[in-house]
Nanobody, 117 residues
Framework: QVQLVESGGGLVQAGGSLTLSCAAS????????MAWYRQAPGNQREFVAS???????FYSDSIQGRFTIARDNVKNTGYLHMSSLKPEDTAVYFC???????????WGQGTRVTVSS
């Protein structure tokens, strides 16, 4: 059974930093595309960043240069390092993996990030 468990969310002031973690079990993250998405109140879920099995990384324009996606193959854990946070980054952040047929099969439960101005 595949499980993804996010952690690391919280309340932070604008300009601050947070690192989100996504601990995986039942699947080898290094063999699959992994992504972070977020959903702000009243908005649809949106893509944030992804990392390929080979290590290539992709970012949305809204967070480019401020967020970094990473993966620890030994710990089987993904990360999203967020810096220079803005109030508009406030959202529930989800990790996902198991990309197939233009969609991700496995999703975590989400971790809430609130950025105060």
């Amino acid at each position: 059974q595949v499980q993804l468990v996010e952690s690391g969310g919280g309340l932070v002031q604008a300009g601050g930093s947070l690192t989100l973690s996504c601990a995986a079990s039942g699947i080898n993250l290094s063999s699959h595309r992994m992504a972070w998405y977020r959903q702000a109140p009243g908005n649809q879920r949106e893509f944030v960043a992804s990392i390929m099995p080979g290590g290539n990384k992709f970012y949305s324009d809204s967070i480019q240069g401020r967020f970094t996606i990473a993966r620890d193959n030994v710990k089987n854990t993904g990360y999203l390092h967020m810096s220079s946070l803005k109030p508009e980054d406030t959202a529930v952040y989800f990790c996902a993996t198991g990309y197939s047929r233009l969609n991700y099969t496995y999703w975590g439960q989400g971790t809430r990030v609130t950025v105060s101005s």
